[in-house]
């Protein structure tokens, strides 16, 4: 496996099979990436050989277990240069906000305060703030695009102020592709006192992330989105927040002490982590980091420039084609959204599975985005490491088909 990246698409898979007597084009990668066999061979072989649970059994298929979980967690902090005391393992990006929101930002806020979000939000990093903001009295206040599809850095600084004490935003749009400046983002929130939450669902697969050079509070992100499996996330927290921040779910293994009427939880991470965690989906991701690790970001990221210029280009040529996001350059990431004149998303997706091609259709959960865009849904194509040249010609032949079948 991982010979190159051009024979990358057949460590995975799913993408050796046809879509109606049509090779299979995936690009909704943005939604969730397919899995190298490494992956489904780590699944299998943790479940023949290393079932148990966590933490818990002093036999041997238990340290086994235990040993692998704790091995990823060091190698996810590697990954995105963080400690392991600051990693806890959740269900996904969902899970990691609202976890960050309900038990820290619902302690740290209060009536009157202030929470800055974007308009690009997927509703995972918009409606646990709105619900927040409901339960404290806090102010919710909209970053605004400019007309390039990027965010209103102008307006950023005018609502920054020492009433912000929560400020939480996406690393990379799922819509547009824009990729948001953090670092700047981050210093200029922490000149006024607030802490930095941000959405990295849509950035880890396709560039390395670096903690230490990003400063952000907290950062989240989500196993399927790296080549990993479906059910597991990352949930960053600076030592000192997570030390502060409280659980919100309870149960076995995240306490030191029960008693009738009270109890003492662990140190982070593991007071975060009630119940059997997804041990198998943790070694899942563990082996899709592993494979991202050696395909090399550098090839990662020069691949998919090309195919997502690529694909820009090709959709930008065929007349009554619209393009959202910014222009293609160093701030869009690996996504084209787009719609046809005259066509429903709904409809475009539907003749284009025909040709094999899959892409995504909808809101892409971030409604209050398509209301700024004046659109009621957008077509969107999402990009990942296996795609190649060919898939992003299938996409416009399949578009141009559409276009034909329309007769607009």
């Known amino acids: 496996m991982v010979k190159d990246i051009a024979t990358a698409r057949?460590?995975?898979?799913i993408l050796s099979q046809q879509i109606n007597g049509q090779p299979l084009t995936y690009l909704d990668n943005a939604a969730t990436t397919q899995k190298p066999r490494s992956v489904i061979d780590a699944l299998t072989h943790y479940?023949?050989?290393?079932?148990?649970?966590?933490?818990r059994g002093v036999y041997t298929l238990a340290e086994r277990a235990t040993e692998q979980y704790e091995q990823v967690r060091q190698q996810v902090a590697d990954f995105i240069h963080a400690d392991r005391d600051e990693i806890?393992?959740?269900?996904?990006?969902?899970?990691s906000l609202n976890w960050i929101a309900l038990g820290f930002g619902a302690q740290v806020l209060q009536p009157g305060d202030d929470i800055i979000i974007t308009v690009m939000e997927h509703h995972s990093n918009l409606v646990p703030w709105q619900q927040v903001a409901l339960q404290t009295g806090a102010n919710l206040r909209y970053v605004?695009?400019?007309?390039?599809?990027?965010l209103d850095l102008a307006q950023y600084r005018q609502l920054l102020s020492k009433k912000t004490k929560i400020v939480a935003f996406t690393h990379v749009s799922n819509v547009l592709g824009t990729i948001n400046p953090v670092q700047l983002m981050t210093q200029l929130a922490h000149e006024v006192g607030a802490y930095v939450v941000v959405d990295g669902a849509q950035a880890v697969g396709h560039f390395p992330v670096d903690m230490t050079s990003l400063d952000c509070d907290f950062y989240a992100f989500s196993g399927h989105k790296v080549y990993g499996p479906t059910g597991v996330g990352v949930l960053y927290g600076k030592r000192e927040w997570l030390k502060?921040?409280?659980?919100?779910?309870?149960g076995g293994e995240m306490i030191n002490l029960v008693q009738r009427e009270?109890?003492?939880f662990k140190a982070a991470p593991e007071k975060f982590e009630a119940g059997?965690?997804?041990?198998?989906?943790v070694i899942g991701l563990g082996a899709a980091l592993t494979y991202i690790q050696k395909i090399g970001w550098s090839t990662i990221e020069t691949q998919e420039r090309r195919v997502t210029a690529a694909a820009y280009q090709l959709l930008k040529e065929i007349p009554g084609v619209e393009i959202y996001g910014p222009e293609m350059g160093p701030h869009r990431s690996a996504l084209v959204t787009f719609n046809l004149k005259g066509v429903h998303p709904h409809d475009l997706a539907t003749v284009l599975d025909t040709q094999g091609v899959a892409v995504r259709a909808g809101h892409h959960c971030a409604q209050p985005l398509m209301q700024t865009l004046g659109v009621s849904a957008t077509t969107r194509a999402s990009?990942?490491?296996?795609?190649?040249?060919s898939d992003v010609k299938r996409l416009a032949a399949a578009v141009r088909a559409a276009k034909e079948f329309f007769q607009v």
């Open 47 to 55: 479940y023949e050989f290393d079932n148990a649970n966590i933490h």
């Open 144 to 150: 605004e695009l400019t007309a390039d599809g990027e």
């Open 88 to 95: 806890v393992f959740t269900r996904g990006t969902t899970t």
């Open 262 to 264: 009270i109890t003492d």
């Open 244 to 250: 502060k921040m409280n659980p919100v779910e309870f």
């Open 276 to 281: 059997t965690m997804p041990i198998a989906q």
């Open 383 to 389: 990009f990942g490491l296996y795609n190649q040249l």
């Open 10 to 13: 057949n460590d995975f898979p």
